[in-house]
């Protein structure tokens, strides 16, 4: 049974860092798209960051220049770096993969989510 788990989140002052890792596992055959979206308290869920299997990224307008994300085929995992953080970047933030378990079979998987909170 797939599975993604997220860490990293916490506490930060506006200005600060933090990054978050999220692995997937159990019976993977491949993983398109991995990426990270943001749930803050009263709001829809929006995506935050984007990458495709050969690294191609995207990101919302909120976040580019201050969020990078990554990934490691070969471990199955998605980073990202939040830098220059800001209080309205307070939210669960969520890591997902479009992911395969047998090559007809796709199926868009979520994390449990990690708050990230922000303080001015």
């Known amino acids: 049974q797939v599975q993604l788990v997220e860490s990293g989140g916490g506490s930060v002052q506006a200005g600060g860092s933090l990054r978050l890792s999220c692995a997937a596992s159990?019976?993977?055959?491949?993983?398109?798209?991995m990426g990270w979206a943001r749930q803050a308290p009263g709001k829809q869920r929006e995506l935050v960051a984007t990458i495709t299997s050969v690294s191609v990224t995207n990101y919302a307008d909120s976040v580019r220049g201050r969020f990078t994300i990554s990934r490691d085929n070969v471990k199955n995992t998605v980073s990202l770096e939040m830098n220059s953080l800001k209080p309205e970047d307070t939210a669960v933030y969520y890591c997902?993969?479009?992911?395969?378990?047998?090559?007809?079979?796709?199926?868009?998987?979520w994390g449990q989510g990690t708050q990230v909170t922000v303080s001015s």
């Open positions: 997902y993969g479009r992911i395969a378990t047998i090559p007809t079979n796709w199926y868009t998987y």
């Open positions: 159990g019976g993977i055959f491949s993983i398109e798209t």
